[in-house]
T-cell receptor, first 116, second 115 residues
Framework: SAVISQKPSRDICQRGTSLTIQCQVD?????MFWYRQQPGQSLTLIAT?????????ESGFVIDKFPISRPNLTFSTLTVSNMSPEDSSIYLC?????????????FGPGTRLTVL | AQTVTQSQPEMSVQEAETVTLSCTYD???????LFWYKQPPSRQMILVIR??????QNATENRFSVNFQKAAKSFSLKISDSQLGDAAMYFC????????????FGAGTILRVKS
């Protein structure tokens, strides 16, 4: 498996501010992803974090709102910018790694964000 | 577009009994993977079981097994001898090379286990 840590685990923020979430993996991985899970909902892919280049965003998500950095193969950050209460969600980091003959996807513990 | 449907928002099972969670999906692809993930209240997503579409044999992992019906595009999860620790949200997910190998999740099913 993969050991993935996220910081912070939770935060309460004021409207209009920004929060940067960190994701650290225990070893190098090629594929890293950021997901959003709104209250009581399923997971939605925000973007794929690419090492050394700009992230690839899914429809409905833009770089200005969710800037992502990926400086190396074990670390990524997601910033939630100019927050509003609608951004209150759990944000999950995820990585894909070869396990035996399979490309498995593992998830971090998530960051619970509440925007007031 | 690929979609994954879980029609049961919530299910309950008595401890030691068996429960089946439903999942259907829509795809025109022939090469894909299906997964069941478990998300307990601690929020940590855990892979429960996977199924490759090209395999006719249903996957099994200890008390967890699937009923994969490719023609019907159905992928149900059976949990035998349910335990209190099985209580969680269960997500069905789909992945295919044609869709960039991105995981597409269903809405989830909350499983409650009664003692």
């Amino acid at each position: 498996s993969a050991v993935i840590s996220q910081k912070p685990s939770r935060d309460i923020c004021q409207r209009g501010t920004s929060l940067t979430i960190q994701c650290q993996v225990d070893s190098q991985v090629t594929m890293m992803f950021w997901y959003r899970q709104q209250p009581g909902q399923s997971l939605t892919l925000i973007a794929t974090a690419n090492q050394g280049s700009e992230a690839t965003y899914e429809s409905g998500f833009v770089i200005d709102k969710f800037p992502i950095s990926r400086p190396n193969l074990t670390f990524s950050t997601l910033t939630v910018s100019n927050m509003s209460p609608e951004d209150s969600s759990i944000y999950l980091c995820s990585v894909r790694r070869q396990v035996s003959s399979y490309n498995e996807q593992f998830f971090g513990p998530g960051t619970r964000l509440t925007v007031l | 577009a690929q979609t994954v449907t879980q029609s049961q928002p919530e299910m309950s099972v008595q401890e030691a009994e068996t429960v089946t969670l439903s999942c259907t999906y829509d795809t025109s692809e022939s090469d894909y993977y299906l997964f069941w993930y478990k998300q307990p209240p601690s929020r940590q997503m855990i892979l429960v079981i996977r199924q490759e579409a090209y395999k006719q044999q249903n996957a099994t992992e200890n008390r967890f097994s699937v009923n994969f019906q490719k023609a019907a595009k159905s992928f149900s999860l059976k949990i035998s001898d349910s335990q209190l620790g099985d209580a969680a949200m269960y997500f069905c997910a789909y992945r295919s090379p044609e869709y960039g190998n991105k995981l597409v999740f269903g809405a989830g099913t909350i499983l409650r286990v009664k003692s």
